[in-house]
């Protein structure tokens, strides 16, 4: 899965300028975080405290919860009359995401977070950590806090044996079959990114996972599959008109999962290694994050989607398709307002 990073750079294409919407959920979920980086670092009070933040992409977001943490760990700091700790950031994606970029910003980075603290904190360490986190990432015991946003809905691979004929994930009219063969690629992957974190994570560590979803049992349900089933009707009337051949369509499966709120508690619970503190679902309005402008909800979907398609269908046929999906998207946002689904899993690492 090399291949599913998210855009580079900061052109006007780029990730860092097209992931609005996942800012929007950051700031939404931010006190589920402050809650539990605030009753790790209580019971804890770690000198060294290590913070992982899992999918972490490139961008402004990239570095908004590490702000966001290491303030609230100053307020306590303050408050118990304890000595700020030394932080070690671990920044971890797969090895194409652009890492480069977030280093060059660590400077302003680190100049910002001293004039919005005003105090002085403990020595900061960054470090970036290529690779798929299905799979171990970090030594044992060697973590206290994991976060990762608007991750977890990637699969590690699309699932195997697949027959899923002019649609690209999972839709309205799709047989159980390509149902029961996402949600067993879902257990396999999510149930192992658990079980290594269980390993890496310290005992009473914390982590806070958010998952772009669903809400209800229906894998098939329009809050997770409306924005595949959209683009599948786009490549395929490109099909129709010899644009893309048909096989090379037939063959292409987006590497994504929704779950549902259960199927996540379900995996968490039958590890075995994390008691579940807190469990949010909430649902975002796509146009009101991108100013219900078609054309930013479009960059935002190219700036995630655009690597994926590039490596299955070549470069030739980008620029075609996004405008035919922008023109689909116009449509729908003159009728109705696009709404999806998230929720955020607040874990603690049992004793």
Known sequence: MDQ????????EESYAN????????????????????????SSTLPSSLAIADMGCSSG?????VVTEIIKVVEKLCKKLNHLSPEYKIYLNDLAGNDFNSVFKSLDNFKEKLSDEIKTEIGNCYFFGVPGSFYGRVFPDRSLHFVHSSYSLHWLSKVPEGLNNKGAIYIQSNSPSNVIKAYYEQFQRDFSFFIKCRAEEIVERGGMVLTFLGRKGDDARSKDCCFISELFATVLNDMVLEGIIDEDHLTTFNNPNYYPS?????????????????????????VNASNDHSA????????????????????????EEAFSRYQEKVTDIMAKEIIKTTYFTLSLTRKS
């Open 60 to 64: 402004p977001n990239t570095l908004s």
């Open 295 to 318: 054309y930013k909800f479009t960059q935002s979907m190219r700036a995630v989607f655009e690597p994926v398609l590039i490596s299955h269908f070549g470069e030739p046929i980008i």
């Open 261 to 285: 709120p259960h199927e996540v508690k379900l995996e968490v619970l039958n590890e075995g290694s994390f008691d579940i503190n807190h469990l949010e679902v909430s649902d975002i309005d």
């Open 4 to 11: 599913v990073y998210m855009k580079g750079g900061h052109g």
């Open 18 to 41: 097209n992931s609005l919407v996942q800012g929007d959920v950051i700031s939404s979920t931010k006190l589920i975080r402050e809650e539990a980086i605030t009753s790790l670092y």
